[in-house]
């Protein structure tokens, strides 16, 4: 078992840090030092890619009440998103200057053709406005530096200027900028203006918990901390806390 804050750190070959992951079920910013996840300091924004996808399906069904649209399977929103959809970096300017919208048509491979303006930054907004969804907390910036406020403030400076990106969430374009963006107008909100967060957004953090997993399991330290089958027929299920404790 371990921490996938940690390992998404571990991805880049850093040790201490926050961690911002934003995958397919939720979003979480939780500080790491030293190896350790910093629980009390971690914060999770139940909005991430699923929901983002039947937003989007509610969005198109909104602009097009047709039947097709609203029985399109969930690979097909799912690769709709990916393909078309990107964060805006002034969303209520872009919203109310239609100018702006870069509409695209998309062909689903069954014949039919979808056309999305707005709805291409519309989608992944709620991730920064979880209102837009009905929903009273914060978006995943005032998150990531609520984490950072939480911890000590000897650690804050050090933690923040490795902020990991994680997740397939965190690969809309405009993504990066929009986060470094509102973290730094939080610092300046409330005080904590020489605190300059230092994004790090590698290409493949899509899979960035999975390379990170890869990469610890393949260190020389690590070999002790496997339980063999045998190990586990011989001792049964004590034999995980004794070894993971």
């Given at each position: 078992m371990a921490s996938t804050a940690?390992?998404?750190?571990?991805?880049?070959?850093?040790?201490?840090?926050?961690?911002?992951?934003?995958?397919?079920?939720v979003c979480h910013a939780t500080p790491v030092y030293a190896?350790?996840?910093?629980?009390?300091?971690?914060?999770r924004l139940d909005i991430a890619g699923s929901t983002l996808s039947r937003y989007l399906r509610d969005l198109l069904v909104a602009t097009c009440p047709d039947p097709s649209l609203r029985a399109l399977p969930r690979k097909a929103i799912t690769q709709l998103k990916k393909r078309c959809c990107y964060v805006s970096?002034?969303?209520?300017g872009d919203l109310h200057n239609s100018d702006r919208h870069h509409p695209v048509s998309f062909c689903l491979g069954n014949g039919?053709?979808?056309?999305?303006?707005?709805?291409?930054?519309?989608?992944?907004?709620?991730?920064?406005?979880p209102s837009l969804l009905g929903q009273a907390e914060p978006g995943l910036p005032a998150l990531a530096f609520q984490a950072l406020q939480r911890v000590p403030a000897t650690l804050r400076t050090r933690l923040a200027n490795t902020v990991v990106l994680a997740g397939g969430s965190t690969l809309f374009p405009g993504f990066t900028e929009r986060l470094e963006m509102e973290l730094e107008a939080q610092c300046r909100r409330h005080g904590?203006?020489?605190?300059?967060?230092?994004?790090?957004?590698?290409?493949?953090?899509?899979?960035?918990?999975?390379?990170?997993?890869?990469?610890?399991?393949?260190?020389?330290?690590?070999?002790?901390?496997?339980?063999?089958?045998?190990m586990y027929q011989e001792c049964?299920?004590?034999?995980?806390?004794?070894?993971?404790n």
């Open positions: 940690l390992l998404a750190l571990c991805s880049t070959g850093a040790f201490s840090g926050l961690a911002v992951e934003a995958g397919a079920g190896g350790h996840s910093w629980h009390e300091a971690t914060f970096l002034d969303f209520e039919c053709s979808v056309c999305l303006s707005s709805e291409r930054f519309r989608c992944p907004e709620p991730i920064f406005q904590y203006g020489a605190l300059r967060p230092h994004l790090v957004a590698k290409p493949g953090r899509g899979t960035a918990v999975w390379t990170g997993g890869s990469m610890v399991a393949s260190l020389r330290s690590f070999q002790q901390r496997w339980i063999t089958r045998a049964g299920s004590r034999l995980v806390h004794e070894v993971f």
